[in-house]
């Protein structure tokens, strides 16, 4: 499936400005950003719910931009359910099948097998009324699979399910999409369920794609600030450059300290200093070429990790994530060095911070 140049607009308002976009077959492909960033706004011009102002949504090579919704070969699972309540669980799942005209004991075998592949087999004569939210997505899941789609689309489907349940289902969702191997396209402003259950995602804000990539590129080399920031956490500060690219590093003062950072800035315009905070220590270390000196603000315990964040001599703050049973006793007025090795420093352009 390919977006080309898809723009989409309300009036003077820009929703979508401009997302090209390649998925391919069998791919579980994220659109991971913010409320307002153009993603539900998106997946609607694919589902054929909104029709494009500009360029073009291609299946399988076939321009469907301007085809409506029934005609097309992909489905649609919505945050809401959107169950029948006085249907029976095979009832709502068998539904889109009457309009295929598929032969009632084809279409009983279809449905058993989308219920039994989504573990509601036993619910099948029970009403959604009956079931729990968890239970409800499955069918709503269930109802869009039968129906075979080249391309499934999911708005935040597990978005009203508690923390626990949203784990349970994303390991399933993405354990279903690589059984069926068939496209999933999964839009969310949750960037653990796009890490979870993506092949790949795209990072988008102000109706524009930021950057695509796969979990582990996205979050490892960022190409903004802004991506940076939003997938993940980062400590992002405005340095000072004072010394000229050289062997692919370039030496900042940040805290009082000049220390070198792993890239060369961007050509123009403005940077940012990033880096993780996982990728930060407050540990001794044998080469202290990037220590800083910095004063604990506060500490954040959070369970399997702890947050200390700490203030530089010029008043900035970085965030310290270490393992809790490694973080260390620290209190706020404490006296630290934070230490960081130069190819966890980034140096990048702001994106849609700027």
Known sequence: MQLDDLHKSYGEVPAVRGVTL???????????????CGKTTTLRMIAGFETPT?????????????????????????????LFPFMSVE????????????????????????????????????????????????IALARAIVLGPRVLLLDEPLGALDARL??????????????????????????EE????????????GGLVEQVGTPAEVYDAPTTAYVADFLGSANILDVEIV??????????????VTVQCGNRPPDAGEVKLVVRPERLSLEEMTEPSGAIPATVARVVYQGPTTDVIVR???????????????????????????????????????????
């Open 22 to 36: 390649d998925v391919a077959a069998g791919e579980f492909f994220s659109l991971l950003g913010p409320s307002g």
């Open 166 to 191: 949203r784990k349970t289902l994303q390991i399933e969702l993405k354990s279903i999409q690589e059984s069926l191997g068939i496209t999933f396209i999964y839009v969310t402003h949750d960037q």
């Open 243 to 256: 010394g000229p690219a050289s062997e692919g590093r370039t030496s900042v003062r940040v805290g009082g």
């Open 91 to 138: 009832d709502n799942v068998a539904f889109g099948l009457r309009y295929q005209k598929v032969p009632k004991a084809d279409a009983k075998r279809k449905v058993a097998e989308a219920l039994e592949m989504v573990r509601m087999g036993q619910f099948a004569k029970r009403k959604p009324g009956q079931l729990s939210g968890g239970q409800q997505q499955r």
């Open 194 to 205: 796009a890490l979870t259950m993506s092949d790949r995602l795209a990072v988008m804000a």
């Open 54 to 82: 500009s360029g073009q949504v291609l299946i399988d090579g076939s321009d469907v931009s301007r085809v409506p919704p029934n005609d097309r070969p992909v489905n649609t699972v919505f945050q809401n359910y959107a």
């Open 312 to 354: 530089l001599a010029a008043g900035e703050e970085l965030v310290v994530r270490r393992p809790s049973e490694r973080a260390g006793q620290h209190s706020p007025g404490d006296t630290v060095t934070v230490h960081c090795r130069e190819d966890a420093l980034r140096l990048l352009p702001p994106g849609a911070l700027s």
